[in-house]
Antibody, heavy 119, light 111 residues
């Protein structure tokens, strides 16, 4: 059974850097074809894909946020870390991590963590 | 503004069949397969359909997907009250070094 869980601060100040950790079980990020992605959802709004890291350390980023995002993996700890710089109130959202495998997209998802950006 | 276009809302009565559309372009739906996600109120999204028309295990066969050209559709037959949720389409986009793109979501109301 695959499970994922997001962790990190619930409140960050504008201009600060957000660091979120996705801890997973039930699969290995060293298995060919496997990836972990991050997706966010502002309150009452649509899903927005942020980043994806593959088993071979290939990384993809949302073109609109690429300059602010970094995704890394620690295979030994079963963790994926997402950092987002220069946080702004518009970045207030629930941030999800999810397992990814080829055309199946994202399945399953973590429970999500709400991050509020406010001074 | 989302890359994939969905109607913001849809509705139906129990037992009815409803469809939700998802429109894209040649770089996303036109070139790649489409996935659909269901998000029940207050919960994380769940994969409902992948590769245009495949159901993960556990998803009832009342849910079906199709794709034609640069558009896709999700159909729900025998509508039930527990189907009331937000539905999102998604596809890989080959432009700009590749990216996943989502639709704006459709809120389905069971009347």
């Amino acid at each position: 059974q695959i499970t994922l869980k997001e962790s990190g601060p619930t409140l960050v100040k504008p201009t600060q850097t957000l660091t979120l950790t996705c801890t997973f079980s039930g699969f290995s990020l060293s298995t060919s074809g496997v990836g972990v992605g991050w997706i966010r959802q502002p309150p009452g709004k649509a899903l927005e894909w942020l980043a994806l890291i593959y088993w071979n350390d290939d990384k993809r980023y949302s073109p609109s946020l690429k300059s602010r995002l970094t995704i890394t993996k620690d295979t030994s700890k079963n963790q994926v870390v997402l950092t987002m710089t220069n946080m702004d109130p518009v970045d207030t959202a629930t941030y999800y991590c999810a397992h990814s495998r080829a055309a199946r997209g994202f399945d399953p998802w973590g429970q999500g963590t709400l991050v509020t950006v406010s001074s | 503004q989302s890359v994939l276009t969905q109607p913001p809302s849809a509705s139906g009565t129990p037992g009815q069949r409803v469809t939700i559309s998802c429109s894209g372009s040649s770089s996303n739906i036109g070139s790649n397969t489409v996935n659909w996600y269901q998000q029940l109120p207050g919960t994380a999204p769940k994969l409902l359909i992948y590769s245009n028309n495949q159901r993960p295990s556990g998803v009832p066969d009342r849910f079906s997907g199709s794709k034609s050209g640069t558009s896709a559709s999700l159909a729900i037959s025998g509508l039930q009250s527990e189907d009331e949720a937000d539905y999102y389409c998604a596809a890989w986009d080959d432009s700009l070094n590749g990216a996943w793109v989502f639709g704006g979501g459709t809120k389905l109301t069971v009347l």
